[in-house]
């Protein structure tokens, strides 16, 4: 049976990966994190796998929509970047090495996640190692990793949660994302960047008091 989790606790400890050990309850969750070739992740207790983005617009145009530069090789976010995954399928480049950093990673350390949690390029990262471990995994602010639409194996186990006033999350233009999408309407728009995990968790909690989003990934 999926490991099943709580939308707002996971929107929580989204927000928390960005202080890592000075968070007080990460900390005390801690297991190893991984901080290599502008790459990060940790590894909590309970084997959950948290992976920080961008927290900021500025932050995802100035780095990543511009350039990803992974393991000394430049990717640009581009429609016509693609490579295929060792799953087949065909995922943007700079998001599939991004994810390759953290898998290889995982598997030279020998953890195997239960559930996967992430923000912004984190969130592209979530997408494709749900697809790699068959987990589920919550992506918030997530941009779109794959080349082709539709279902594929595992895409039932992962939740990707936007607020339909992020326009990062529509990027790629021609690309797509992996699983169900929650399109989240806040009560009112943000002025300025809208792409921070505490913008993410008040919609979350306006959508849950509206009880139009569920409470708990998978159902």
């Not at 939308?7 to 960005?18: D, G």
Request: some cysteine.
């Amino acid at each position: 049976m999926s490991h099943r989790y709580e939308i707002k606790l996971a929107a929580q400890m989204a927000e928390a990966s960005y202080a890592g050990r000075r968070n007080a309850s990460l900390a005390a969750a801690w297991r190893d994190d991984l901080d290599d070739h502008d790459v990060q992740a940790i590894f909590l207790k309970g084997d959950i796998l948290l992976i920080p983005g961008s927290n900021s617009v500025m932050d995802y145009l100035k780095y990543n929509l511009r350039v990803l530069n992974i393991g000394g090789k430049r990717y640009r976010l581009a429609d016509d970047d693609t490579e295929q995954g060792a799953s087949g399928t065909v995922w943007h480049q700079g998001f599939l090495r991004h994810a390759k950093v953290i898998f290889d990673w995982l598997e030279r350390e020998n953890y195997r996640p239960k559930y996967i949690i992430g923000h912004s390029l984190g969130a592209a990262a979530t997408q494709i190692l749900v697809r790699t471990y068959g987990v589920p995994g919550i992506g918030f602010a997530a941009p779109r990793p794959r080349r082709s639409p539709g279902a594929i194996k595992h895409s039932h186990l992962c939740l990707c949660v936007n607020r339909d006033d992020d326009g990062v999350c529509n990027l790629p233009g021609s690309f797509h994302h992996m699983g169900h999408v929650h399109r989240a309407r806040a009560a009112s728009s943000v002025l300025g960047p809208d792409h921070s995990m505490k913008h993410y968790r008040r919609v979350i909690d306006e959508q849950q008091t509206a009880r139009v989003m569920d409470t708990h990934w998978p159902k």
